[in-house]
């Protein structure tokens, strides 16, 4: 008869190490997307990108087009963790945080991108949406990810 210690060590050791390698995995990628990102905003900063559902007065447009970009995250298992005991007492889920943060950047600077390849001068009315992907393995309970979808009116302006 196996030892009881030897037993619980055999089945915690894994799920640390899980735990472990996907903070690990998580922390660089995370770090890695966001300096992509930075590099991205500060080639697109010249692009205006605007909420108001009117352009200003003074902007002579000659073509609109409706531009958009949208991107689909998946939770890791490290994040999916801390937000697990995050809700046995409430509060803020700082660990999905950054992962929203990064998906709505990415979204807004694909927006840009196409509007940039379609040589507009600046995009308005600015809306962004959201959506959970159900985990099919749960039979829609529980988030496999979320998409955030960023669309918006790219104008041209005369010259």
Known sequence: MEDPLVQIGAQIIPFFLLMLMGFIVGT????????????????TRHLP????R?????????STALV????VVSIDYFKRFLAGLR?????????????????RREALLRMKASAIENGFDAIVNVRL????LANSSRNGQGTAGV?????????KLAS
């Open 28 to 43: 660089t990628i995370e770090s890695n997307h966001y300096r992509e990102i930075r590099k991205r905003e500060a080639q």
């Open 49 to 52: 990108t605007i909420s108001f």
């Open 54 to 62: 009117r352009p200003p007065p003074s902007w002579q447009i000659t």
């Open 68 to 71: 958009h970009g949208n991107t």
């Open 87 to 103: 809700a046995i007492t409430g509060g803020r889920i700082t660990s999905y945080e950054s992962l929203l943060d990064r998906a």
């Open 129 to 132: 949406e959201t959506a959970r």
């Open 147 to 155: 998409e955030i979808f960023a669309f918006g009116t790219a104008v």
